[in-house]
């Protein structure tokens, strides 16, 4: 079975998990859409930014060898624009998603990868340059291998 890079992998599978399963509701995309006249649906979820790396832990002769990825994804919800200005909201989808990822039982089968782990590691939160729309950004920290 030929197997994508894990970050693509984990990418699709965090955008199934969370479409429609937040208060952003199915506002969750891959990209910031664009704001058409300073609009666009809010709350939002953008799922994207990440890196991958090999991991290998102990040697192939051990019993507990492990050969792997290592991939660091980002979650960014965008929110502050609609009713509640401020950050509860974008706090309140943040904490909606990491509490559906994190240690989530992802299948990662059909793009050629098996979840090991996935932890929630920090969450940062700041003000845009616009003055009113909050921004949370959570990183998640997965550990996949390859199917054979």
Known sequence: MSSVDPSHALQVAFMQRLD????AG??????????PNGGGPFPRIVIGEGASSNRR????TDDCYYA????TCFVDIYGGR???????????????VRNLLDDAPLDLGA?????EMLEFETATYES???GITR?????FRAWTQALE
């Open 111 to 115: 793009y050629g990868h098996r979840l």
């Open 82 to 96: 609609g009713n509640e200005i401020g950050h509860p909201e974008t706090k309140r989808v943040a904490d909606q």
């Open 20 to 23: 429609g399963a937040t208060s």
């Open 57 to 60: 832990i102990g040697n192939r």
């Open 128 to 130: 845009d340059a616009d």
């Open 135 to 139: 921004r949370a950004l959570l990183v």
């Open 26 to 35: 199915r506002n969750v995309f891959d990209r910031v859409p664009p704001k």
């Open 68 to 71: 792997g990825s290592e991939t």
